[in-house]
């Protein structure tokens, strides 16, 4: 690392080797630039154990591994070159204030407030007629590379509108054959007491706002004490059926806790009670699942006997 | 041959003066310096390593069937983007190590800006003049949260679905303007048109980091031109700068250290497994799995949103869930607005307008290391709360129990941590000479029986001993050949 260069000129005298502002290491330099000359040389065996890795497909540990050496043997090189052979201070640099000399703050200050041109009374009238106009401009282009994103949300009164343009309405309709998500019919005898599944309506599987909870809490006849009351036609054979989205954030009301009755949000552990008309128990969800009044046919197929009686999901501002 | 090159882009762009300056900026020698740099050098990776991702990654919601060499899901109908987040996992060479590298890349990249910002918080180094620079950093803090959540979206799996699906609810949940917001976002209602993975995706990929790369580019501007803080110490005043040049001494460790950060980010991306899509699965709108956690940074975030009781306001034919507009709207938005006026509130507080490039020890100012430690354990607090459900099983307690622990923990442990660092930072002002060494005491009987007690002689180590600095002038007068001859960094001949 000598420098002898007589032409330097940001040379000051060079350090001799007792100057304490080295590194004690620094008082034998060959051995501290072989240490980091080495370590140089091991980050380069390490870069082309990486190519070698990466020619043989090797594993991603193997690449990883090479890749790491290298880095860490050309790091250390560099950090030890730059500890124990560069120049070490502390060194000081004088610093000053930011602000400028009175003198100059007035004489920028007066071109910015000073240089109105010609002495017109309404200055100040064109200056907000300027920033109004920046303003409406501003929002012309904003509109419409907001607004071309997607559709407005339909509102609650349009009962027809598609699932995509509604936070309304969902495909469950009176008559609506309840079917798994691979399209197979639920018939009456399909679960057992204490089984759930998860359903949509016939022509709709896996949507998102028509996944409906079934289950089966008892072997026959209504459930009327299990669900509030006016609600009693609503269920059938001992079969219940929720909407299974939560209504505190839209995740899927996934576990189902047969002994308590009781349906999880694995999301933030809202607790929904099915044999009480999944009323929320606990955590953050403010509402029951919406309830879908089911009944069977003749041939044991599960229907929908009419849609969803409230938006499902979670809350928003056009929600009655 | 240096020297020529110098001059050569010398005589047509003038570098020489300003040159001279730049390279003799001065860098303290405090390893806390260094938490920026691990920041910096993360987004470095994250840079690269986002690039080699963007040349296989297919950001379509398009159903196809997967025939990877992933066994287990052959066959299966699969989003594009998911197929192809496996393909680049499993089919791409050194796929998975640059996958994963870029994830842990962007979890330390947060992580080092937060420790980053609490050392300059807790130092007062936002202080006059460098309120600016706290400023950009804080919008650079959101910017990454923003961009990591965007990020873990785009494979399409089960995990960062259901995220998306909550990020929908949360944007649903703004009162008047919500619904439209979400609409126009999605390209509909939950889960759209399937436009939402090409949008984050141009988002992730391009405006954000844009954005993070301009301001980026005005921190370390900013630098530059204000000059770092320092600790106070031999021969440190609110005057200089003590410490390292930028060349060669500086620039030499920091490219190390450069190569120190690539180092841990592609060891952690070969050997320490993170999230792993292909056991998650295809997202589907109806599926969930069991114990779902964001990425560390969003944490604080989901446990807010936990505790909350179920307010929900309902009236005048309009619903507020303010069980979801508080905790994941409102709590985030004051913490940031907080923390990017927290220079201006503090200087109002104490009608201190001066400069200070001098840094506090944290003890020396109670009342803002109290308000510090508050903070961090507000945040600490619903950070853990996002693990419930985790933690219930772990402790075998009930679920219910657990959140209401939290609910009370949260708002309680904040007030319980401002006044115990404020009642630490008064006893160790109070405390004389704290944090060195004691010397030892001698005691000895003299003949006559008496006993005397001196202190020992002074042992290396004892006390801090600092070196004198040597000066650099940073502006060389050229004019003047005896001050340009005279000035410039030491150099080690032998």
């Known amino acids: 690392m000598s420098d002898q260069n007589p032409k330097n000129n940001g040379s000051q005298p060079p350090a001799t080797l007792d100057d304490p502002h080295l590194q004690p290491a620094t008082k034998n330099p060959e051995r501290m630039e072989t240490l980091a000359a080495v370590a140089i040389v091991i980050g380069m065996l390490g870069f082309v154990a990486f190519i070698w890795a990466y020619w043989v497909d090797a594993n991603t540990q193997w690449q990883a591994a090479a890749l790491t050496v290298g880095m860490l043997g050309l790091g250390a090189g560099t950090i030890a070159w730059g500890k124990y052979l560069m120049p070490q201070g502390p060194f000081v640099e004088e610093r000053h204030d930011f602000h400028s000399s009175d003198a100059e703050r007035e004489s920028f200050n007066a071109a910015i407030t000073g240089r109105g041109g010609l002495e017109v009374k309404r200055r100040g009238l064109l200056l907000s007629l300027f920033a109004a106009g ?100 609503w269920t059938v054979a001992g079969y219940v059926a929720y909407s299974k989205l939560c209504t505190h954030l839209g995740c899927p009301v996934g576990l189902y806790q047969e002994k308590t009755e009781q349906l999880v949000c694995p999301c933030h552990q809202s607790i929904f009670n099915v044999n009480a008309g999944a009323v929320p128990e606990f955590g953050p969800a403010p509402r029951p699942l919406p309830q879908l009044p089911i009944t069977v046919d003749s041939s044991g197929q599960i229907l929908a006997d009419g849609g969803f009686n409230q938006a499902v999901g979670p809350g928003f501002w056009e929600r009655p | 041959m240096i020297d020529k090159t110098l001059n050569w882009v010398d005589d047509r762009l003038g570098i020489a003066k300003g040159g001279r300056t730049f390279v003799d900026k001065i860098f303290p020698d405090h390893w806390s310096f260094m938490l920026g740099e691990i920041a910096l050098y993360s987004f470095v990776i994250l840079l690269g390593t986002g690039v080699f991702l963007t040349l296989y990654y297919i950001p379509s ?90 990020g873990y979206s785009l494979p399409d799996d089960l995990v960062s679905g259901t995220g998306i699906r909550i990020a929908y609810s949360i944007i649903e949940s703004i009162p008047l303007v919500g619904s439209y917001l979400g609409f126009f976002l999605f390209g509909g209602n939950f889960p759209g048109t399937g436009i939402i993975l090409e949008r984050f995706y141009i988002i992730h990929v391009l405006i954000v980091p844009a954005i993070i790369v301009g301001l980026l580019a005005a921190h370390l501007g900013l630098l530059v031109k ?176 657990v959140l209401w622990f939290f609910r009370f923990f949260v708002p309680l442990a904040p007030i319980v941590a401002y006044y115990i660092t404020f009642k630490i930072c008064h006893e160790m002002i109070a405390a004389e000479g704290i944090g060195k060494r004691k010397r030892a005491l001698v005691v000895s009987r003299s003949t006559e029986g008496a006993y005397s007690t001196v202190e020992s002689d002074v042992r290396p180590g004892d006390d801090h001993e600092e070196l004198e600095a040597i000066p650099v002038p940073t502006f060389i007068d050229t004019t003047d050949p005896e001050l340009a001859t005279a000035a410039g960094v030491r150099r080690v001949i032998r």
Do not use: C
């Open chain 2, 61 to 150: 919601g398009h159903e196809i069937v997967y025939h990877g060499s992933y066994i287990p899901l052959r066959g299966q109908h699969v989003s594009e983007a998911y197929a192809s987040s496996v393909d680049l996992s499993f089919d791409v060479r050194t796929g998975l190590l640059m996958r994963q590298a870029h994830h842990w890349a962007a979890d330390i990249f947060l992580g080092a800006i937060a420790v980053h910002m609490a050392r300059v918080f807790f130092t007062g180094a936002f202080r006059k003049p460098r309120e600016f620079n706290w400023i950009v950093g804080t919008l650079m803090l959101i910017l990454g949260i923003v961009n990591g959540f965007l």
């Open chain 1, 134 to 233: 920046g303003g409406i401009m501003t929002m012309a282009l904003l509109i419409p590379g907001v607004r071309s994103l997607g559709p407005k949300p339909a509102a609650a009164a349009d009962t027809q509108a598609p699932t995509d343009n509604s936070l309304f309405t969902t495909n469950w309709k009176k008559g609506a054959k309840l079917v798994t998500v691979g399209g197979r019919e639920v018939k009456v005898d399909d679960l057992q007491v204490g089984g759930i599944l998860t359903v949509f309506p016939q022509g709709h599987e896996g949507s998102s706002p028509d996944q409906v909870v079934l289950i089966r809490l008892q072997q026959f006849g209504q459930v009327e004490k299990m669900v509030p009351p006016g609600r009693k036609d």
């Open chain 2, 226 to 401: 204000q000059k770092h803080t320092q600790f106070p110490g031999k021969g440190k005043t609110e005057h200089n700068v003590v410490g390292s040049p930028m060349f060669p001494t500086f620039i030499a460790k920091t490219t190390g250290f450069l190569f120190m950060s690539s180092a841990v980010i592609f060891g952690l991306g070969g050997f320490a497994q993170i999230n792993p899509i292909w056991q998650f699965g295809q997202y589907q709108p109806y599926q969930i799995s069991y114990a779902v956690q964001p990425d560390w940074y969003m944490g604080w975030l989901d446990g807010a949103l936990r505790i909350m009781p179920s307010w929900e306001w309902v009236g005048w034919g309009h619903t507020i869930p303010l069980e979801v507009f508080l905790p994941a709207v409102v709590f985030p938005g004051l913490i940031f607005n907080i923390l990017i006026v927290w220079p201006f509130i503090e200087s109002i507080y104490t009608k201190d307008h001066r400069y200070h490039n001098l840094l506090d020890r944290p003890r020396d100012r109670p009342k803002r290391t109290a308000a510090g430690a508050a903070m961090l354990t507000l945040l600490g607090a619903v950070f853990f709360a996002s693990s419930t459900d985790v933690m219930a099983n772990f402790f075998q307690l009930p679920l219910i129990d």
